[in-house]
């Protein structure tokens, strides 16, 4: 996607480095994660694995148990590529 203005995305990365908690609204639920919109034209990637709770063995058994659409969430931020940015709810580590 092209942007006439500074692309929203290098803005919101220059300001939030990997490792910033960030907070969000649930906009897109899908099978493999939610899309969290963390400013205006700039959404990020929360994939179920990075569910806070996860514990790598188990996915949760449908989307009630997914964050729902709209719901306000808290995360940080595990990868800035460009326009993909990527959030865990996991404690760093990994561990559940």
Excluded: W
Excluded at 55 to 70: L, M
């Amino acid at each position: 996607m092209r942007y006439d203005a500074a692309n929203p995305y290098e803005r919101y990365a220059a300001e939030h480095p990997v490792g910033t908690v960030v907070r969000g609204k649930v906009v897109v639920v899908r099978p493999f994660g939610v899309f969290v919109q963390l400013a205006p034209d700039v959404d990020a990637l929360l994939e179920v694995c990075d569910f806070a709770g996860f514990d790598g063995k188990r996915y949760p058994e449908d989307y009630a148990d997914y964050p729902q659409s709209g719901a306000e969430i808290e995360a940080t931020i595990i990868l800035l590529d460009g326009e993909n940015i990527r959030l865990s709810q996991r404690p760093a580590g990994g561990a559940a």
